[in-house]
């Protein structure tokens, strides 16, 4: 019977310090942080910057939340701080490319929610690096050990692609017996033909590969950079377009106002005339 697998959802969240993430937890052990159960010494009397994320099996960020907390003098989080970080994940607009496609984005200056806009704050740059590659980086090294889907383990490791050993060389032989062999089946010998030396590869010096690493580092954080404005730009449009409609609207009011005084000020024309008619004429 075939069934559907449905892709799992790992929550974290990250700390942000000057100089990158500072310390990484799972989400149950945050819930644990907001009871107040435990303290964070590190960060008493500070307000720090972190993002809330969800990781797919491949470890690819599907959405982040980047909120500030507020820390007192034992380390322990405000207790009036209150944030619906899921919800806000689910109603995310369309974020940057981390990897596994567009990421849902909630962040200052792109949030649907302004009710939150005094505790989110922007990704841009730190000590020289995007807050957004280091957040790819560190879900990528796994420091959270989030486990991967089994169907993915068990495609790499295929028994039917599996080479076994001959048994002398379980006991340091080095012979290899391919799995289309029979056992018992005799090969005939076959006389020792010399093989052309293949020519050694140039080695690559390691300053080389390091440059080519830091090059290929800045692309990716200008592609984030680039997609991340794109995002911005978009946020932008769509609130002056909301600003606009509303000032057509208070336009209008005030146009439907103006024609509605011009016709009271038209009726007391009106009765004014009469009022002065008939004062002259019991005059005479």
Not at 158 to 163: A, D, F, G, S
Not at 211 to 224: F, M, P, T, V
Not at 262 to 272: P, V, W
Request: proline residues 5%.
């Amino acid at each position: 019977m075939n069934t559907t697998h449905k892709p799992l959802l790992t929550e974290a969240v990250l700390f942000f310090s000057e100089r990158g993430i500072a310390k990484q937890m799972l989400y149950p052990e945050f819930e644990a942080l907001l009871d107040g159960m435990v303290a964070t010494p590190e960060f008493a009397e500070e307000t720090i910057e972190a993002v809330f994320v969800q990781i797919n099996s491949r470890l690819y960020v599907r959405a982040a939340v980047f909120f500030t907390l507020d820390f007192d003098l034992d380390g322990h989080i405000n207790p009036l701080w209150n944030m619906p970080l899921r919800n806000m994940a689910e109603k995310a607009g369309r974020g940057p490319d981390m990897g596994g496609g567009p990421i849902r984005l909630a962040c200052l200056g792109f949030c649907v929610d302004t009710r939150y806009r005094p505790n989110l704050w922007k990704p841009g740059l730190r000590d020289g690096k995007s807050d957004l590659l280091r957040i790819k980086e560190a879900v990528t090294r796994n420091t959270l050990g989030i486990l991967g889907d089994d169907r993915e383990t068990l495609a790499v490791i295929q028994t039917e692609n599996l080479q076994m050993a001959a048994e002398d060389a379980w006991y340091g032989g080095g012979n290899v017996v391919s799995p289309t062999a029979r056992v018992g089946s005799a090969q005939p010998e076959q006389s020792f033909q010399p093989q052309p030396a293949e020519s050694a590869p140039t080695p690559v010096s390691s300053q080389q590969s390091d440059e080519r690493q830091q090059i290929s580092d800045l692309r990716q954080q200008l592609e984030e950079l680039r997609q991340l404005r794109e995002v911005e730009l978009a946020a932008e449009r769509q609130r002056h377009q909301d600003h606009l409609a509303i000032l057509q609207g208070e336009l209008l009011d005030i146009k439907n106002e103006l024609a509605l005084q011009q016709k009271i000020n038209l009726a007391l024309k009106r009765d004014m005339a009469k009022l002065q008619n008939r004062s002259s004429s019991e005059a005479e």
